[in-house]
């Protein structure tokens, strides 16, 4: 069965550093996302991405955070400049079509800042 | 804005019991889809259930179930004879229409521990 696959599942950064994760959505899927979720919190939305543009963010989701789809496959976020709080597991999920479709999650990515 | 109250933050039930997790929300939309995932100790999310505001049959997925009413607003999700492998955090989630957008809201996540 097709899956959202994740690299790396762990990243340790220095605090200020700049990060990628990468994500590559199952492929017939038009409707990519981010996610995060503090250790013991619940998981929180952070951007979603349609037709090669952000089509929502929320209010976490600020000029420290982008996303991009490079080629036909990957899908990455990128935080600038790390700080301690961003520490968390980072999902990425992807939609086929209608919103009544399920979003199918990665394995996430476990984000430490040192 | 949307919101999703789980208000059971753990339950401990015994192997071969059946569990009820109840989940209610709130939402300005006249059309969403609720869902149900199930988050491992392994740490990933497993899509489960889903449900269409206009659908207010209830059905039953193998040993899964789920209980969805409208006019209280809740989506509660059974496992029949549970097993030790339920042992999870489970989240309810809420998509919506009109107003929005397609984001999942999540709730706070119910910790089951099924022991034998």
């Known amino acids: 069965e097709p899956e959202v696959t994740q690299t790396p599942s762990h990243q340790v950064t220095q605090m200020g550093q700049e990060v990628i994760l990468r994500c590559v959505p199952i492929?017939?899927?038009?409707?990519f996302y981010w996610y995060r979720q503090i250790l013991g919190q619940k998981v929180e939305f952070l951007v979603s991405?349609?037709?090669?543009?952000?089509?929502?963010k929320s209010e976490i989701f600020d000029d420290q955070f982008s996303v991009e789809r490079p080629d036909g496959s990957n899908f990455t976020l990128k935080i600038r400049s790390t700080k301690l709080e961003d520490s968390a597991m980072y999902f990425c999920?992807?939609?086929?079509?209608?919103?009544?479709?399920?979003?199918?999650f990665g394995d996430g990515t476990r984000l430490s800042i040192l | 804005a949307q919101k999703v109250t789980q208000a059971q933050t753990e339950i401990s039930v015994v192997e071969k019991e059946d569990v009820t997790l109840d989940c209610v929300y709130e939402?300005?939309?006249?059309?969403?889809?609720l869902f149900w995932y199930k988050q491992p100790p392994s740490g990933e999310l497993v899509f489960l259930i889903r449900r269409n505001s206009f659908d207010e049959q209830n059905e039953i997925s193998g040993r899964y179930s789920w209980n969805f009413q409208k006019s209280t607003s809740s989506f509660n999700f059974t496992i029949t004879a549970s097993q030790v492998v339920d042992s999870a955090v489970y989240f309810c989630a809420l998509s919506g229409g009109e107003t929005s957008g397609s984001r999942l809201t999540f709730g706070e996540g119910t910790q089951l521990t099924v022991n034998p």
């Open positions: 999920a992807s939609r086929q079509g209608g919103r009544n479709q399920p979003q199918h």
């Open positions: 991405f349609y037709n090669n543009e952000i089509s929502e």
């Open positions: 492929s017939n899927h038009l409707y």
């Open positions: 939402t300005r939309d006249t059309t969403y889809y």
